[in-house]
């Protein structure tokens, strides 16, 4: 079977296991996929791969990919056909085993990717091979490999322009290291000087505030942030689809004009909401993360996150709908154990491979580094998509750096809450041991008994939840999957436990909504 579709995202999703395409990699899917010649810098880490593995899905026949690294081009290999694309690689390591199934694959019209060092284009017989078999789509990583005057210089690279110009295919290039001389460099040689379209940008979206609150009241917090932005275009994400509908009516009844959309509208109602909201000014919709795909509205002014997003790679494609027009845009993203709870819970039920789920534990905990950052957010962010950044000013801990205080002994006291009644409580009931109250669960489990009992009371409720929560958010202690709301700890919590290492918290439990302050209706 030869998988070819048309749509990016159910591929994205089932074939590389991802929820969101990162920064860039959408512009560039669907400039490769629709055969144009690309130039595409990305930093290391950004994510080039899926850039030419996903089209390589959705066109017909076969993509080259050009590569110098022997190892990476095994292990891209391996991970296709473990996601079940048949991809194979030519290269000197090949048992003759494995150069006999590509053939094979070739023959039958079935490969979809092949994978090539450079040196291979050497022999007229590779050439020749490549004009025969179909090939509709070349790749090459490490492009800057064909600048001379680079230490990575590959000779071999500058047959590629030969086999571009031979197979009269169209061509996408990628590298991470590309200062404007190698740039056109890349375009001299691979391209023949004819300008292919480039992907330069960096990831940054400089005018979009970024915001994070703990999530105190929902409600309250998202009608007061609508209600500073009066008469203006925004998105509200919720978790749920009964939220979007309930949020939306508190939305009109306060006085906006506001709609809901979620995936279990039929077609023709979600359709309305899509073309009201290209149109009209001013309208707010609620919605779940089904609304977004092809929404190209330019003068989204704000999004706000009524529920966490799932992800590091979610959260920035939400909230990059906002202000594609360059100007100001603002965002706001409230989170709290529960969402974390939430989405801990959906990858550990899921029936994904257990290093997928490890995968998708580490992009969330990416998210809630995020949420919990002490510095400048977008520093953060960048950092996470491997670029760097200074304060950027236009973030809320930028507006108002956050205090903290040393979190060692509140950390070490709640984890032996934990450890002391057997990691079978949540953050409540634990918080109750710590402040020293006696209710009837407490006392049911003689849990007054403890030497831990009352040891807490340095802290309120409010400081103990917000310190459960940062370290949720640190990935200190885990929800037990098999019992509701238990907590456990992880084991990075260890050297803390041990007095092995300190750990700095924020201070604040809840942060102010926005930069402005909020105006009541
Ligand atoms: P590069 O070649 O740019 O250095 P890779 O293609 O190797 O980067 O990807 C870097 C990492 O990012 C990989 O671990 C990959 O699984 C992950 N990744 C790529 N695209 C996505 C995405 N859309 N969502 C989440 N993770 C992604
Ligand atoms: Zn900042």
Same mark, same amino acid.
């Given at each position: 079977?030869?998988?070819?579709?048309?749509?990016?995202?159910?591929?994205?999703?089932?074939?590389?296991?991802?929820?969101?395409? $990162?920064?860039?990699?959408?512009?560039? /899917?669907?400039?490769?996929?629709?055969?144009?010649? /690309?130039?595409?810098?990305?930093?290391?880490?950004?994510?080039?791969?899926?850039?030419?593995?996903?089209?390589?899905?959705? $066109?017909?026949?076969?993509?080259?990919?050009?590569?110098?690294?022997?190892?990476?081009?095994?292990?891209?290999?391996?991970?296709?056909?473990?996601?079940?694309?048949?991809?194979?690689?030519?290269?000197?390591?090949?048992?003759?085993?494995?150069?006999?199934?590509?053939?094979?694959?070739?023959?039958?019209?079935?490969?979809?990717?092949?994978?090539?060092?450079?040196?291979?284009?050497?022999?007229?017989?590779?050439?020749?091979?490549?004009?025969?078999?179909?090939?509709?789509?070349?790749?090459?990583?490490?492009?800057?490999?064909?600048?001379?005057?680079?230490?990575?210089?590959?000779?071999?690279?500058?047959?590629?322009?030969?086999?571009?110009?031979?197979?009269?295919?169209?061509?996408?290039?990628?590298?991470?290291?590309?200062?404007?001389?190698?740039?056109?460099?890349? /375009?001299?040689?691979?391209?023949?000087?004819?300008?292919?379209?480039?992907?330069?940008?960096?990831?940054?979206?400089?005018?979009?505030?970024?915001?994070?609150?703990?999530?105190?009241?929902?409600? $309250?917090?998202?009608?007061?942030?609508?209600?500073?932005?009066?008469?203006?275009?925004?998105?509200?994400?919720?978790?749920?689809?009964?939220?979007?509908?309930?949020?939306?009516?508190?939305?009109?009844?306060?006085?906006?004009?506001?709609?809901?959309?979620?995936?279990?509208?039929?077609?023709?109602?979600?359709?309305?909401?899509?073309?009201?909201?290209?149109?009209?000014?001013?309208?707010?919709?609620?919605?779940?993360?089904?609304?977004?795909?092809?929404?190209?509205?330019?003068?989204?002014?704000?999004?706000?996150?009524?529920?966490?997003?799932?992800?590091?790679?979610?959260?920035?494609?939400?909230?990059?709908?906002?202000?594609?027009?360059?100007?100001?845009?603002?965002?706001?993203?409230?989170?709290?154990?529960?969402?974390?709870?939430?989405?801990?819970?959906?990858?550990?039920?899921?029936?994904?491979?257990?290093?997928?789920?490890?995968?998708?534990?580490?992009?969330?905990?990416?998210?809630?580094?995020?949420?919990?950052?002490?510095?400048?957010?977008?520093?953060?962010?960048?950092?996470?998509?491997?670029?760097?950044?200074?304060?950027?000013?236009?973030?809320?801990?930028?507006?108002?750096?956050?205090?903290?205080?040393?979190?060692?002994?509140?950390?070490?006291?709640?984890?032996?809450?934990?450890?002391?009644?057997?990691?079978?409580?949540?953050?409540?009931?634990?918080?109750?041991?710590?402040?020293?109250?006696?209710?009837?669960?407490?006392?049911?489990?003689?849990?007054?008994?403890?030497?831990?009992?009352?040891?807490?009371?340095?802290?309120?409720?409010?400081?103990?939840?917000?310190?459960?929560?940062?370290?949720?958010?640190?990935?200190?202690?885990?929800?037990?999957?098999?019992?509701?709301?238990?907590?456990?700890?992880?084991?990075?919590?260890?050297?803390?436990?041990?007095?092995?290492?300190?750990?700095?918290?924020?201070?604040?439990?809840?942060?102010?909504?926005?930069?402005?302050?909020?105006?009541?209706?």
């Amino acid at each position: 079977m030869t998988i070819t579709q048309t749509s990016a995202l159910p591929l994205l999703r089932d074939i590389f296991g991802y929820d969101a395409f $990162r920064p860039g990699q959408e512009e560039i /899917v669907d400039a490769v996929t629709a055969g144009e010649n /690309v130039l595409a810098i990305m930093p290391t880490g950004g994510g080039k791969s899926l850039c030419f593995q996903l089209p390589a899905l959705m $066109r017909d026949g076969i993509t080259v990919v050009i590569s110098p690294l022997i190892a990476l081009m095994r292990d891209q290999v391996r991970a296709l056909q473990e996601a079940g694309v048949c991809a194979g690689a030519l290269t000197s390591g090949n048992t003759e085993e494995e150069t006999e199934a590509v053939w094979d694959a070739i023959e039958e019209g079935r490969l979809k990717l092949l994978y090539m060092a450079p040196e291979r284009l050497a022999s007229g017989a590779a050439m020749g091979m490549l004009r025969r078999i179909g090939v509709s789509f070349i790749a090459v990583d490490e492009a800057h490999c064909v600048s001379q005057w680079g230490h990575d210089f590959r000779p071999d690279y500058l047959r590629i322009g030969e086999l571009r110009r031979a197979l009269d295919v169209p061509l996408a290039a990628f590298t991470a290291t590309a200062d404007q001389e190698t740039q056109e460099e890349i /375009v001299q040689k691979l391209f023949d000087g004819e300008a292919p379209r480039a992907f330069l940008r960096g990831f940054d979206r400089p005018n979009i505030h970024l915001a994070f609150a703990a999530k105190d009241s929902p409600r $309250r917090q998202i009608l007061d942030f609508a209600a500073a932005r009066p008469g203006q275009s925004g998105i509200v994400y919720c978790g749920t689809r009964a939220k979007t509908e309930d949020l939306s009516n508190a939305l009109n009844a306060a006085g906006h004009t506001a709609c809901f959309y979620h995936g279990g509208m039929d077609a023709e109602d979600r359709r309305i909401v899509e073309t009201r909201f290209a149109r009209e000014d001013g309208l707010i919709v609620v919605a779940t993360v089904a609304f977004g795909m092809g929404i190209d509205k330019p003068d989204i002014r704000w999004v706000a996150h009524a529920d966490l997003s799932k992800s590091i790679e979610a959260y920035y494609q939400e909230i990059g709908r906002a202000g594609r027009d360059g100007a100001p845009a603002e965002t706001l993203t409230l989170f709290g154990p529960e969402d974390i709870r939430l989405r801990r819970n959906q990858i550990d039920e899921g029936l994904a491979p257990a290093e997928r789920r490890a995968a998708d534990h580490a992009r969330l905990n990416a998210l809630l580094g995020l949420a919990e950052a002490m510095t400048c957010r977008r520093q953060t962010l960048l950092a996470y998509f491997g670029e760097a950044a200074e304060p950027c000013g236009n973030c809320d801990l930028c507006d108002t750096p956050p205090a903290t205080f040393d979190g060692t002994t509140s950390v070490r006291k709640a984890l032996s809450a934990i450890l002391r009644t057997d990691e079978t409580y949540g953050s409540g009931h634990l918080i109750d041991i710590l402040l020293g109250n006696t209710t009837d669960r407490v006392r049911a489990r003689r849990h007054d008994d403890l030497s831990v009992f009352g040891c807490g009371q340095e802290h309120s409720k409010a400081e103990w939840q917000a310190v459960f929560r940062q370290m949720m958010g640190r990935d200190l202690v885990r929800p037990d999957p098999e019992r509701h709301g238990a907590l456990r700890m992880t084991e990075p919590a260890l050297p803390i436990l041990k007095g092995e290492a300190s750990i700095t918290l924020r201070k604040d439990t809840i942060k102010a909504a926005g930069r402005r302050p909020a105006v009541k209706a």
